[in-house]
């Protein structure tokens, strides 16, 4: 037996995986799935991607969407039977064309402030999709989703209703959607980050010109923009924002609701 051969290093990609719990063969896992990126790749398949750290913002080239070997082959499809249709419902919300699977109604509220109202859309797999989003940031042991963070309780919660396959109601886990004025070819992905709406724990997710707000909680009724997020009705509203004017939103939400 040769040297090398003898001092070869065996990689095993054994472990538990973070949804079902098992020991398995674990996947490369795209926390955020690999879709989300696609449109945003310059010509070189790159992205920028910004990442909070101690001493600030760091930029980096993306090549790939953010991975880890983190789930097993069988929860993997389970969560592609969500991410499938909702890609499709992605490349809508970031306006990259017609679509006459949803229609789209434009509210002007009293106030001035703009918002689109969809409708149309699969709530089992959106809803489904948008909460895989947010455990596998829950779980995930890379730098950038280092500032999500939910409870044993709230985390409990998000998987059994993952593994169960049940979307719950619009305040079960609610995400709002919110579209970016001015951001439609910045090509920017930022780490995501956390504050509080009273109890609620509050992902803030920008990818170009989409954000979400991620609530951390199975019961957000008394959040007021969780009346945005999808329902089961199929319909859910897109408040129109500047990047980096959340306070403007906030001040914006009973407007918006006296136009709907």
Same mark, same amino acid.
């Not at 069988?74 to 419902?89: F, K, V």
């Not at 809508?92 to 679509?99: I, S, V, Y």
């Given at each position: 037996m040769?040297?090398?051969?003898?001092?070869?290093?065996?990689?095993?990609?054994?472990?538990?995986?973070?949804?079902?719990?098992?020991?398995?063969?674990?996947?490369?896992?795209?926390?955020?799935?690999?879709?989300?990126?696609?449109?945003?790749?310059?010509?070189?398949?790159?992205a920028?991607?910004?990442?909070?750290?101690?001493?600030? %913002?760091?930029?980096?080239?993306?090549?790939?969407?953010v991975?880890?070997?983190?789930?097993?082959e069988?929860?993997?499809?389970?969560?592609?039977?969500?991410?499938?249709?909702?890609?499709?419902?992605w490349?809508?919300?970031?306006?990259?064309?017609?679509?006459d699977?949803?229609?789209?109604?434009?509210?002007?509220?009293?106030?001035?402030?703009?918002?689109?109202?969809?409708?149309?859309?699969?709530?089992?797999?959106?809803?489904?999709?948008?909460?895989?989003?947010?455990?596998?940031?829950?779980?995930?042991?890379?730098?950038e989703?280092?500032?999500?963070?939910?409870?044993?309780?709230?985390?409990?919660?998000?998987? $059994?209703?993952?593994?169960?396959?049940? %979307?719950?109601?619009?305040?079960?886990?609610?995400?709002?959607?919110?579209?970016l004025?001015?951001?439609?070819?910045?090509?920017?992905?930022?780490?995501?980050?956390?504050?509080?709406?009273?109890?609620?724990?509050?992902?803030?997710?920008?990818?170009? $010109?989409?954000?979400?707000?991620?609530?951390?909680?199975?019961?957000?009724?008394?959040?007021?923009?969780?009346?945005?997020?999808?329902?089961?009705?199929?319909?859910?509203?897109?408040?129109?924002v500047?990047?980096?004017?959340?306070?403007?939103?906030?001040?914006?939400?009973?407007?918006?609701?006296?136009?709907l």
């Open positions: 040769s040297w090398l051969a003898s001092t070869a290093v065996v990689v095993s990609n054994t472990g538990v995986c973070a949804l079902c719990k098992r020991t398995r063969d674990l996947k490369r896992s795209h926390i955020v799935p690999e879709f989300v990126y696609g449109p945003i790749y310059d010509d070189g398949h790159s920028v991607g910004v990442l909070a750290t101690p001493r600030g %913002p760091r930029s980096r080239p993306v090549q790939q969407g991975w880890e070997r983190l789930l097993c069988d929860c993997e499809i389970a969560l592609n039977r969500w991410e499938t249709p909702s890609a499709r419902l490349r809508f919300l970031r306006g990259e064309g017609p679509d699977h949803y229609q789209a109604r434009a509210i002007q509220s009293p106030g001035g402030n703009t918002a689109v109202e969809v409708s149309g859309v699969d709530y089992p797999s959106f809803k489904l999709f948008l909460m895989s989003l947010l455990y596998r940031m829950a779980v995930s042991a890379r730098p989703y280092q500032k999500v963070h939910l409870d044993d309780e709230p985390l409990k919660r998000l998987r $059994n209703g993952l593994l169960a396959g049940e %979307p719950g109601t619009q305040a079960f886990f609610p995400t709002t959607v919110l579209g004025r001015q951001a439609a070819e910045s090509g920017i992905i930022l780490s995501p980050m956390s504050h509080q709406e009273g109890d609620v724990p509050v992902v803030r997710l920008v990818l170009t $010109n989409v954000m979400l707000w991620l609530a951390g909680s199975p019961d957000a009724s008394d959040l007021s923009f969780t009346q945005f997020a999808p329902h089961p009705s199929g319909r859910f509203v897109v408040p129109a500047r990047p980096g004017d959340m306070r403007l939103f906030r001040e914006a939400i009973p407007n918006l609701l006296d136009g």
